[in-house]
């Protein structure tokens, strides 16, 4: 890109519109140096045919740590905040005001989450939405471990929220492998104070494979990945618990699948995480528990991949 603006933020997520491949967003970090006249959120919607400027900035005022379009109506962006919000734009506003928020033209968000009993308290990292062309549900994790679904219409109160917390058949599997000291001190010290309470999954990346609405992976700190559930009769959403990293885990990626043109069974069940560990690790969960190859980078923290 060849825009010359300096927003002195940084940049907390990327994502492409589903349905334009020419357009992609970019969500900031609040400014550096604090200032009266600036908005802590920011989210540019980019076209690569235009190069020099965004086509559309929305603004909050709450930092954004993760955005995306809404993969079943591009017109609609959804975001996440450090704050715990919840937060949805809708492009098609132009600069008419949106009913019941008068004076208010598309750059400002149309809905926002509640921060009741049920919902989140702690930041945001990890965005998806299930479902179908007419059903969708917002899946969101905080880094506290509560995970909450919302209905895209209406963030006033989730519609269901748990924490991620970790078994005890998870724990002690995981405790007994070695290379993980920071897993050991938290989960042994939580243990410690109580026999009935589980710690909590740290999450700082969700991904869903393609066309799944129940299994997920969650990336934690704690240096593990989870394999999860979103629906379960016992309330114990973590199944099974992959080792290998030494440091927090940045990003998840789930192989493609099924939409890609060149597709072989034996690639769709494959998993790509990165970590502060200098890492990018390949997994096959179905099969084994540690990974089938680590990338390594030489003295670099990997935060995507």
């Known amino acids: 890109m060849e825009e010359k603006t300096d927003y002195r933020r940084t940049i907390t ?7 334009n491949a020419e357009l992609f967003l970019a969500s900031y970090s609040k400014l550096k140096e604090w200032s009266m006249d600036e908005p802590d959120g920011m989210i540019n919607i980019y076209s690569i045919a ?3 400027r965004p086509e559309l900035t929305l603004t909050c005022q709450y930092e954004i740590t993760k955005a ?6 591009s017109n609609m962006i959804i975001g996440a905040s450090t704050t715990g919000y919840i937060l949805v734009w809708d492009v098609r506003a132009k600069k008419e005001p949106v009913r019941g928020t008068e004076g208010r033209d598309r750059s400002q968000p149309i809905q926002k989450s509640c921060l009741a009993t049920h919902g989140h308290n702690h930041p945001v990292y990890s965005l998806s939405v299930l479902g179908s062309q007419t059903a969708q549900n917002i899946v969101s994790i905080s880094n506290d471990g509560r995970l909450c679904q919302w209905k895209p219409k209406m963030l006033s109160d989730p519609r269901d929220n748990f924490f991620l917390e970790i078994p005890n058949t998870v724990k002690d599997a995981t405790l007994s492998k070695l290379g993980n000291p920071l897993l050991s001190s938290t989960l042994g010290a939580s243990a410690s104070a109580s026999t009935t309470a589980k710690p ?6 969700m991904e869903f494979p393609e066309n799944e609405t129940d299994k997920f992976f969650v990336g934690a700190e704690d240096f593990n990945l989870y394999q999860c559930n979103l629906h379960s009769e016992s309330r114990i959403h973590i ?9 927090p885990i940045t990003a998840l990626n789930v192989h493609p699948g099924a939409s890609q043109n060149e597709k072989r069974a034996d690639m769709t069940d494959l998993l790509l995480s990165s970590s502060m560990d200098w890492t990018v690790k390949l997994w096959n969960p179905k099969t084994r528990s540690t990974p089938l190859h680590s990338f390594e980078v030489s003295q670099e923290y990997i935060y995507d991949v």
Do not use: I, K, R
């Not at 995306?68 to 109506?73: A, E, G, K, R, V």
């Open 68 to 73: 995306m379009f809404n993969p079943y109506d």
């Open 50 to 52: 235009m190069q020099t």
């Open 239 to 247: 199944e099974s618990a992959l080792t290998g990293h030494h440091a």
């Open 13 to 19: 997520s990327l994502d492409w519109s589903p349905l």
């Open 200 to 205: 909590m999954a740290s999450v700082h990346c």
